[in-house]
């Protein structure tokens, strides 16, 4: 009942009234990065979700897209903003996935969607990720952030999945708030490229 109908609703109640909340926060961060950026502030990237299917997950872009001389983009340290490490640190670069989940790509607590790159490389258990709706926070993120290894944070998101209830949601969302409020860093994204030489090494 939870898993497959109450969630959802949960999720839209909570995520549309989060984000008329912070719509004047939308607003300014959406502003400003049009000047700090010089470009487009909203950052768009596909990502698997429920049975796999793609869609964009929205970010507030915390780079610019300043390229070398060779015309390749300059390395991340380079293009990462004073301000866009305030909108990391704060979680505030999260602030446009509430649109994922009002449109029903995401819910609020799920598995983080990694890179479609890696759709290969899961084990037939690590793919139960993709039966339910992947999340703006997860138990992965509360559960030792980076300092746990790929292994073990896949291994949490398939705990989460054979293990959903309201309760479980509830708690995930009440650390969450108080990592957000520590200024602790959840965000999984930030990490990810290790995953391409970790499952390099593992399917070599």
């Known amino acids: 009942m939870y898993k497959h109908f109450l969630k ?15 719509i004047p926060i939308f607003i300014i961060i959406y502003i400003v990065l049009i000047f700090v950026n010089r470009g487009n ?3 768009l990237q596909p990502r698997p979700g429920r049975k796999e299917k793609v869609f964009n997950i929205m970010k507030f872009k915390t780079m610019t897209d300043e390229k070398g001389s060779d015309g390749k983009l300059l390395p991340d340290d ?5 301000f866009g490490k305030f909108l990391r640190k704060t979680s505030l670069d999260e602030i446009p996935q509430l649109l994922n989940v009002i449109k029903g790509d995401m819910s609020l607590v799920g598995p983080r969607p990694l890179r479609v ?12 990720r993709h ?5 703006i926070t997860g138990l992965a993120q509360v559960s030792g952030r980076n300092a746990i290894n ?11 999945v054979k293990n959903l209830t309201l309760w479980l949601d509830i708690k995930i969302l009440l650390k969450t708030v108080k990592k957000v409020f520590d200024s602790s860093d959840i965000n999984l994204d930030n990490s990810e490229d ?10 070599s």
């Open 8 to 22: 959802r609703v949960i999720d839209l109640v909570l995520s549309v009234t989060g984000f008329l909340f912070l």
């Open 41 to 43: 502030p909203i950052f």
């Open 78 to 82: 380079l293009r990462l903003t004073l």
């Open 117 to 128: 790159r890696y759709l290969p490389y899961y084990t037939t258990e690590e793919s139960i």
């Open 131 to 135: 039966t339910v709706r992947p999340g």
């Open 150 to 160: 790929w292994d073990d944070k896949l291994q949490k998101d398939v705990d989460y």
């Open 194 to 203: 290790a995953l391409d030489t970790y499952r390099s090494l593992v399917n």
